[in-house]
């Protein structure tokens, strides 16, 4: 009961400081997603940026910092929550409620913004509207509600979904309960298991995306193969996950379609990390790896063939806090920091269709802004590692300014 009280009001008060009042935040430099402004100015009026510019009269001292846009998650899975040792009957009560380190641990590499792909029990949409009604502190949430699954155990669950017929009225299900996008399982593949058996056929695929684009919704599909991938950009998926060894064919067609990539080499590397916490084998530890370095190089190989990468995590779990690592391995792959820094920026704001509110800093965006120590275009790392203060929505929400 405490507890909650003090979530409460950590949140009122939070609230509370957003004053509506014009407010002048003063940087070194700031990147606003095109652009370098050297020593210069980002004002505020309530939620969002009214000027970027030269500094004119009082402002608040970042200058030893670069501010950079609110970043942009493009795959997380807030509500999975490792330690929940609360009844069944009471589990996604107490899922939203663990959730909230996960919110807050995100908040702090500097992510605003999450697309997040799948939850159970529309635990997900819940945490969205209650951190959009000020209950809770965490970033911006795009939700998918159930990520529809083919039949493969001996009970259907409300995820799961054969033949197009199906695949509408899943789909159609989670639009009604409040979803802002779609996510389908298109192989398999999870956790220790790097299979990628294709799950749902091209017709069920196509269903899905039709179903979604005709409702104003976008659609994420799942695959950690090359045959779910094929069929998923054939079908209209506005972004592939995953996707290791897709093949030339494929690579093209996502160019010719300008499909998003969200690769998640990370969270693989995550598994590795942490095998012993998630109860994994220590031979998972090489599939892991294995499936890691073709990830790298199916990333390598779209970047050269220009498909548009968007970072995305997977986190899930403990790896919240780390949401940022993503964009280390796309430097790896060939990015320079400035166009990996863009797949979590203005390239995720146009695939969210959101270029308007998040993902740079200009005049009618949302405040969302990020204070790091360093120069983030000549070394990622001081994205990944090095943010000292992050406002959103005009709210300061994490400030490590002070030694
Ligand atoms: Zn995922």
Redesign the pocket.
């Known amino acids: 009961m405490t507890i909650r009280a003090a979530n409460c009001c950590i949140a009122a008060a939070l609230l509370f400081a957003r004053s509506a009042a014009a407010e002048t935040y003063h940087f070194g430099a700031i990147w606003d997603g095109a652009k370098v402004w050297k020593d210069a100015c980002i004002t505020t009026k309530a939620d969002r940026i009214e000027t970027v510019g030269p500094c004119t009269g009082a402002s608040v001292d970042l200058t030893r910092f670069t501010a950079i846009p609110g970043l942009i998650d493009l795959?997380t899975?807030m509500t999975y929550v490792l330690e929940n040792r609360v009844s069944q009957a009471g589990r996604n009560a107490a899922v939203v409620y663990l959730a909230q380190d996960n919110a807050r641990k995100t908040l702090e590499t500097g992510v605003t913004t999450v697309r997040d792909?799948?939850a159970s029990d529309y635990a997900d949409i819940a945490m969205r509207d209650l951190i959009n009604n000020g209950n809770m502190v965490g970033p911006r949430m795009f939700v998918a509600g159930y990520g529809l699954q083919i039949t493969r155990g001996r009970t259907s669950t409300p995820n799961t979904a054969d033949g197009p017929t199906e695949v509408l009225r899943v789909v159609r299900q989670q639009i009604g309960a409040g979803a802002d996008w779609v996510k389908m399982y298109g192989s398999t593949g999870s956790g220790r298991d790097v299979t990628g058996f294709e799950t749902f056929t091209y017709e069920e695929m196509k269903a899905a995306a039709d179903a979604a684009h005709a409702l104003g919704k976008k659609i994420a599909i799942?695959t950690y193969g090359p045959n779910g991938a094929r069929d998923a950009v054939r079908a209209g998926a506005d972004s592939v996950?995953h996707a290791t060894d897709m093949d030339d064919e494929t690579i093209a067609e996502m160019v010719r379609r300008k499909t998003f990539y969200v690769p998640t080499i990370d969270h693989n590397r995550y598994y590795v990390d942490n095998y012993r916490k998630l109860n994994y084998p220590p031979t998972a530890v090489n599939d892991l790896n294995d499936y890691i370095q073709r990830n790298l190089e199916t990333a390598r190989k779209a970047l050269k063939a220009g498909v548009r990468f968007g970072m995305g995590s997977?986190a899930v779990y403990t790896m919240f806090g780390e949401n940022t690592r993503e964009l280390g391995w796309f430097v790896k792959a060939g990015m320079t920091p400035e166009a990996a820094l863009r797949t979590a920026t203005t390239a995720a704001a146009e695939l969210m269709g959101m270029e308007k509110t998040v993902g740079s800093l200009k005049p009618g965006t949302f405040a969302d802004v990020v204070a790091v120590d360093g120069d983030p275009l000549s070394n990622i790392d001081v994205v990944i590692q090095k943010v000292r203060w992050v406002m959103k929505g005009g709210t300061i929400v994490v400030d490590k300014t002070k030694p």
């Open positions: 795959h899975h792909l799948g799942h996950e997977d």
